[in-house]
C-alpha cells in the first residue's frame, strides 16, 4: 500500500470516528466494546493504525520538547542525549491486523468487560507485556480482586 492510500485510510478512520463521536456513539454512556463491535473491520484497521501512529509520533514529539531533545550533542556522541527518553517509548512490532483481532475477540469474548477503553487494552498488547486477549482478562480480574 502506498503511502498516500495509508493517509487516505487513516483520515477516513478520524473522519469515521469523529463522526462517530459527534453521534453519541462513542460517550462515556457506551462502552468502547460496543462502540468497537459495531465497527467494520476496516474502520477497526484504521483506528489501530492510525492510534499507533499517533502514539509514536507523539511520544518522538515529547522526547524532542524535552530538555534532552534541545541539548546540543554532536553525531559522535553515543548514547545520544533522546536515547533515553526514545528508549521508554511502547513498542508494537506486530501487524495492526493482530491487534484488531485482539481487540475483537476480547470484547466478544467478555460483555461485561466492554467498558476497559481501547487505549487500555493496546497498552496491554505493546511488546512489553505483550498480553494477548485472554490473558489480559486474567489480568483485570485479578487486578479487581486485590
Same mark, same amino acid.
Given at each position: 500500500m502506498t503511502v498516500r492510500a495509508t493517509r487516505a485510510r487513516i483520515l477516513t478512520g478520524a473522519l469515521v470516528f469523529v463522526s462517530a463521536m459527534a453521534q453519541g456513539r462513542a460517550s462515556q454512556s457506551e462502552s468502547d466494546g460496543k462502540t468497537w463491535l459495531e465497527w467494520r473491520p476496516e474502520v477497526q484497521n484504521v483506528y489501530v493504525a492510525a492510534y499507533l501512529i499517533g502514539l509514536q509520533r507523539g511520544f518522538l514529539s515529547g522526547c524532542a520538547a524535552s530538555p534532552a531533545g534541545k541539548a546540543k550533542f554532536n553525531l559522535k556522541d553515543r548514547p545520544y542525549p533522546l536515547d533515553a527518553c526514545v528508549g521508554q517509548a511502547p513498542e508494537y512490532s506486530k501487524e495492526s491486523t493482530y491487534y484488531v483481532e485482539q481487540l475483537t475477540a476480547f470484547y466478544r469474548d467478555n460483555p461485561k468487560l466492554r467498558n476497559v477503553l481501547i487505549r487500555d487494552l493496546l497498552g496491554y498488547m505493546a511488546d512489553k507485556p505483550g498480553l494477548t486477549a485472554p *490473558?489480559?482478562?486474567?489480568?483485570?480480574?485479578?487486578? +479487581? +480482586? *486485590?
Open positions: *490473558e489480559i482478562r486474567d489480568t483485570l480480574k485479578r487486578l +479487581a +480482586a *486485590e
